[in-house]
T-cell receptor, first 110, second 115 residues
Framework: RKEVEQDPGPFNVPEGATVAFNCTYS??????FFWYRQDCRKEPKLLMS???SGNEDGRFTAQLNRASQYISLLIRDSKLSDSATYLC???????????FGSGTRLLVRP | NAGVTQTPKFQVLKTGQSMTLQCAQD?????MSWYRQDPGMGLRLIHY???????DQGEVPNGYNVSRSTTEDFPLRLLSAAPSQTSVYFC??????????????FGPGTRLTVT
């Protein structure tokens, strides 16, 4: 079983739609959680960290469910520019290493 | 600040050839790492370094060597290229701090093809 699993998609949604991605992680010792965004043929960039109480950044909301070991990303009012691959990233306590999921591809159509 | 830079952007090698992928950062980050990205596999850690003179293996280290003689530079050496090493390689760096400082900054990537 992969340490971090994501639905690869693609999620194909119209502009203005709300879309949500989930990501599950296998190690209950995981301590830090992030969403990265990767545009086609570009490097990944941090979108947002995920805090225990959930957090929002504009149209983006991230949630953490430790009991079920998953994190989610909700995008409201999708824009064409949101089209990208979203990577779920997990770090275990006392470890330098970040574990990356294989990504969920989002396509926002006009 | 240039951030994280990588050279070359593209490379084609023949099986058995060796080469070095260059990575440099100007943010004085302690931590640097190399990943490879293959379709459906996500980013996999090859080697990493927590400071000058200190390196360690990641998830897929075989066939690769690294060294860290300075804080700024972290080259990745392919010893004898194989077609299985065809991939996109990303170098990344971050500070040693916690919390939001776990943000990793990535270089633009090197697209390597081994024939």
């Amino acid at each position: 079983r992969k340490e971090v699993e994501q639905d690869p998609g693609p999620f194909n949604v119209p502009e203005g739609a709300t879309v949500a991605f989930n990501c599950t992680y296998s190690n209950s010792a995981s301590q830090s959680f992030f969403w990265y965004r990767q545009d086609c043929r570009k490097e990944p960039k941090l979108l947002m960290s995920v805090y225990s109480s959930g957090n929002e950044d504009g149209r983006f909301t991230a949630q953490l469910n430790r009991a079920s070991q998953y994190i989610s990303l909700l995008i409201r009012d999708s824009k064409l520019s949101d089209s990208a691959t979203y990577l779920c990233v997990v770090r275990m306590d006392s470890s330098y290493k970040l574990i990356f999921g294989s990504g969920t591809r989002l396509l926002v159509r006009p | 600040n240039a951030g994280v830079t990588q050279t070359p952007k593209f490379q084609v090698l023949k099986t058995g050839q060796s080469m070095t992928l260059q990575c440099a950062q100007d943010m004085n980050h302690e931590y640097m790492s190399w990943y490879r990205q293959d379709p459906g596999m996500g980013l996999r850690l090859i080697h990493y370094s927590v400071g000058a003179g200190i390196t360690d293996q990641g998830e897929v280290p075989n066939g690769y060597n690294v060294s860290r003689s300075t804080t700024e530079d972290f080259p990745l050496r392919l010893l004898s290229a194989a077609p299985s090493q065809t991939s996109v390689y990303f170098c990344a760096s971050r500070t040693a701090g916690g919390g939001s400082f776990y943000e990793q900054y990535f270089g633009p990537g090197t697209r390597l093809t081994v024939t």
